[in-house]
């Protein structure tokens, strides 16, 4: 069974610029979460999706973040503009229905650094 | 907002040794995960508890649910250097809410 995709692995940015990170969920998964995880923390929900609706999104920045789930399968994050204490590992996981107690798989990440 | 406390933050074993993290919250939680990161790697999920006062084995890993279904705790007995890494609690309640995890270093 294939895992959780996401690309890019790496991505430099300046201030003010904006980035785009992409998902692809382990097939059969109605819930998509993307996490932000800093330096030395554990990761903070960012948004988290069932099929292609929003469930939560009470910690997202949506000033300046934003994402889409528009056919319920993969996902896109953008931050626009980026800070720099933007600067983090942006983890997308997936599970099968996304009730409380269900295993979350994660993706390998996308560490981002802002300059 | 629901928050989970990890203790300790770092801890450092000679190989053979064992390990124990703790995790605490003021609220009752309705089931606890627990989740292994390996340096550079992806948090992968260990376990999940759910019933009061329980207790699961995994070869030399041992979780608990306390009681009162506020803390949890992860041992491991005889650490190898495989166990290196950060073990996350997070808090079943949705959203998922994670600790700031025990970063484990295992020297042999």
């Known amino acids: 069974e294939a895992g959780v995709a996401q690309s890019p692995r790496y991505k430099i940015i300046e201030k003010r610029q904006s980035v785009a990170f992409w998902c692809n969920p382990i097939s059969g998964h109605a819930t998509l979460y993307w996490y932000q995880q800093i330096l030395g923390q554990g990761p903070k929900l960012l948004i988290q999706f069932q099929n292609n609706g929003v469930v939560d999104d009470s910690q997202l920045p949506k000033d300046r973040f934003s994402a889409e789930r528009l056919k319920g399968v993969d996902s896109t994050l953008k931050i626009q503009p980026a800070k720099l204490e933007d600067s983090a590992v942006y983890l997308c996981?997936?599970?099968?229905?996304?009730?409380?107690?269900?295993?979350?798989?994660f993706g390998p990440g996308t560490r981002l650094t802002v300059l | 907002g629901q928050q989970v406390m990890q203790i300790p933050q770092y801890q450092h074993v000679q190989e053979g040794e064992d390990f124990t993290t703790y995790c605490n919250s003021s609220?009752?939680?309705?089931?606890i995960q627990w989740y292994k990161q390996r340096p550079g790697g992806h948090p992968v999920f260990l376990i999940q508890l759910v019933k009061s006062g329980e207790v699961k084995k995994q070869k030399r890993l041992t979780f608990q649910f306390g009681e009162a279904k506020k803390n949890s705790s992860l041992h491991i007995t005889a650490t190898q250097t495989t166990d290196v890494g950060t073990y996350f609690c997070?808090?079943?309640?949705?959203?998922?809410?994670f600790g700031k995890g025990t970063r484990l270093s295992v020297i042999a």
């Open positions: 609220t009752t939680l309705s089931n």
């Open positions: 997070a808090a079943g309640n949705t959203p998922l809410v």
């Open positions: 996981a997936s599970s099968l229905r996304g009730l409380s107690g269900n295993e979350q798989f």
